[in-house]
């Protein structure tokens, strides 16, 4: 099983600052990777697939990069919305997420 | 739109069996692959099962021999038969297609294992 292992586990961050989020694959998943974020009480949503293409509809300032076992989502000027819990999963062999970075306003 | 919609949820003793439900409008569940995803209380995201559009399933380790994940055709619905149940499967249950990355997801509906 590919372990995926998020950090930091909580990232407190000020409205219009920069959120770096990082994900780490225990092997390789080439480009086989997306990110979703998830509100209390609500499902998940995809925000990023193949490490980089933001899914329909989700603003610029997400931004993912990386490949191989290194990842990094980037939320370029935090808006009040995207205070939240954001997951990584690979999808190269099975489906496997990391446990979440919480992003908690400063 | 493409939408999905849990239901079948509830409170169950240890050792009892549940089936969950996942409505589909908007595309056909045959055509695609669609798993359930877990969360417990407070906890990440857990992939449980996959039926794939050839009819064929696969599931995690933790619930293999006591799910079922099957799909009704006619009313393009997604069932997830729950079987042997533990306190460790209290969790959200979500339903979702992909085959790659999840998307859209259901609502969810939460299963309580208790006595």
Redesign the interface.
Same mark, same amino acid.
């Given at each position: 099983e590919i372990v995926m292992t998020q950090s930091p586990a909580t990232l407190s961050v000020s409205p219009g600052e920069r959120a770096t989020l990082s994900c780490r694959a225990s092997q390789s998943v080439s480009s086989?990777l997306?990110w =979703?974020q998830q509100k209390p009480g +609500?499902?998940?949503?995809?925000l990023i =697939?193949g490490a980089s293409t933001r899914?329909t509809g989700i603003p610029a300032r997400f931004s993912g990069t990386g490949s191989g076992t290194e990842f990094t989502l980037t939320i370029s000027s935090l808006q009040s919305e995207d205070f939240a819990v954001y997951?990584c999963?690979q =999808?190269n062999n099975?489906?496997?997420?990391? +446990?979440?970075t919480k992003v908690e306003i400063k | 739109e493409v939408q999905l919609v849990e239901s079948g949820g509830g409170l169950v003793q240890p050792g009892g069996s549940l089936r969950l439900s996942c409505a589909a409008s908007g595309f056909t569940v045959s055509s695609n692959y669609m798993s359930w995803v877990r969360q417990a209380p407070g906890k990440g995201l857990e992939w449980v099962s996959v039926i794939y559009s050839g009819g064929s399933t696969s599931y995690a380790d933790s619930v293999k021999g006591r799910f079922t994940i099957s799909r009704d055709n006619s009313k393009n619905t997604l069932y997830l038969q729950m079987n042997s149940l533990r306190a460790e499967d209290t969790a959200v249950y979500y339903c979702a297609t992909h085959p790659n990355w999840f998307d859209p997801w259901g609502q969810g509906t939460l299963v309580t294992v208790s006595s």
């Open positions: 086989n997306a =979703y +609500q499902a998940p949503r995809l =697939y899914a997951y999963q =999808y099975w489906w496997t997420f990391g +446990q979440g | -």
